[in-house]
């Protein structure tokens, strides 16, 4: 009963899996994530990943980091999805309870991370780098935050550059997958 306890109330953000279904998930992970406890017992992490292509790629990543290591743990870093369908940045630990088939129980710690880097961004270019992961066009972004599209334009291109690609997908798929948690977050 005392680990019971504890795994509820611990700061940290947890879950239990069993061959990615959710077993258990503790109050900070249902904080961090946005739901209730009922709305996630029972279900696939699918919902919670920005796209099928993530949860696979991920899940494999994880799967084989698991089976390489020798303590049975693996850690990464990815940009995870909200119940209100915003992505956000977040720092993952697992380690697995059965080493001889490593996604049958395995318990994940999550940490939301305010990424830093080499790669300096000002203010109104992490502004726009959200919007920008979360998929939507220079002028839907113009719109809600009371822009001209060109001047939303301006910064992707120059977001585009200090990134070194040349479309907003890949734009979006650099900062999801590798660069995002290396930019410098100024406060």
């Known amino acids: 009963m005392q680990e019971d306890v504890l795994f509820e109330l611990a700061p940290a953000a947890l879950v239990l899996l069993s061959h990615r279904q959710i077993q258990q998930a503790n109050r900070a992970f249902l904080e961090l994530f946005g739901y209730e406890k009922s709305a996630l017992i029972g279900q696939n992490m699918r919902i919670l990943f ?14 084989q980091g698991v089976i390489a290591a020798r303590n049975g743990c693996y850690s990464d870093q990815r940009f995870m999805r909200h119940r209100q369908g915003k992505l956000f940045w977040v720092k993952t630990h697992a380690r697995t309870l059965t080493p001889h088939d490593p996604f049958a129980q395995i318990i994940w710690h999550f940490a939301a991370e305010n990424a830093q880097t080499e ?4 203010p109104r270019e992490k502004e726009i780098s959200q919007w920008v992961v979360n998929g939507y066009s220079c002028k839907y972004i113009a719109r809600e935050m009371g822009l001209s599209h060109r001047t939303v334009e301006v ?12 479309s907003k997908t890949q734009l979006a798929h650099k900062m999801i997958h ?10």
């Open 50 to 63: 920005p796209s099928d292509a993530d949860y696979q790629m991920i899940g494999n990543q994880a799967w």
């Open 119 to 122: 790669i300096q961004l000002t």
């Open 178 to 187: 590798t660069q995002l948690p290396k930019c410098i977050q100024d406060t």
């Open 155 to 166: 910064h992707v291109a120059n977001l585009k550059k200090k990134f070194a690609i040349h």
